[in-house]
Nanobody
Framework: QVQLVESGGGLVQAGGSLRLSCAAS????????MGWFRQAPGKERDLVAA????????YYADSVKGRFTISRDNAKNTVYLQMNSLKPEDTAVYYC?????????????????WGQGTQVTVSS
């Protein structure tokens, strides 16, 4: 079992920045692909960014490329999402997820564990 707890969400003006953190416990963190998903009201949950266990492979949705950066610190069992140049369309609940593999996958059902989510609201 892996427990995931997100933090760092909040309200920010367009153009601002936020850094999300996801602290993991309960299993060997370094063996999991970690992903950040987001879900806006009435929309599907989509993968924003993901990183493999070593950090050598990352994925970014086209909508966030160049603005968001995913990173992980396996010694601290934590994955981060640095979000810069935020836009109102980035407003959503952001979820951290863990997949027990070393291949980055985009489909939510492939992820084994989920956090409770953290709200990010970007005002125009």
């Amino acid at each position: 079992q892996v427990q995931l707890v997100e933090s760092g969400g909040g309200l920010v003006q367009a153009g601002g920045s936020l850094r999300l953190s996801c602290a993991a416990s309960g299993h060997t963190f370094g063996t999991y692909v970690m992903g950040w998903f987001r879900q806006a009201p009435g929309k599907e949950r989509d993968l924003v960014a993901a990183i493999n266990w070593s950090g050598s492979s990352t994925y970014y949705a086209d909508s966030v490329k160049g603005r968001f950066t995913i990173s992980r610190d396996n010694a601290k069992n934590t994955v981060y999402l640095q979000m810069n140049s935020l836009k109102p369309e980035d407003t959503a609940v952001y979820y951290c997820a863990a997949d027990y593999s070393n291949v980055v996958k985009r489909i939510p059902s492939h992820y084994d564990y989920w956090g409770q989510g953290t709200q990010v609201t970007v005002s125009s």
